[in-house]
């Protein structure tokens, strides 16, 4: 999962600002050799927990990749880089570790759809 090229990475709009929102969805997608998608969200609790949800699919078609994530992330998206969308789910586990706190179990999948250069916690 980690050789195929990345298609978007998306983030709810507030994910950078100074509001005090403590759930941020991050949605990452690639794109297969045969022109359909993967994908994985990760629901991420900036004030304690971390990771607290990750899923994936695979295999969809574009229409399908819209039907299925559109509404799960909503409506206040914006479009991050790749760099972001790392930081912003690596940072949230890193911290939660701190404090005690481990990513979700489907994380042992999901983490693979991340580039290793970017992993600051052990798989």
């Given amino acids: 999962m980690r050789a195929l090229p990345y298609h978007l990475c998306i983030a709810n709009d507030y994910w950078n600002s100074n509001e005090s929102q403590e ?20 629901m ?4 304690c927990l971390g990771l607290k949800n990750t899923t994936r699919k695979h295999g969809m078609t574009e229409d399908e990749f819209v039907e299925t994530f559109g509404e799960s992330v909503g409506n206040d998206l914006e479009e991050i880089s790749v760099e972001d969308a790392h930081n912003l789910i690596f940072g949230a586990i890193d911290y939660a570790k701190e404090s005690g706190f481990s990513p979700e179990p489907d994380w042992a999948i999901t983490q693979y759809f991340l580039d290793e250069q970017y992993t600051s916690v052990a798989g």
């Fill in 23 to 42: 759930l941020v969805n991050v949605l990452i997608s690639k794109k297969m050799p045969n022109g359909n998608f993967s994908a994985a969200m990760y």
């Fill in 44 to 47: 991420i609790d900036m004030s």
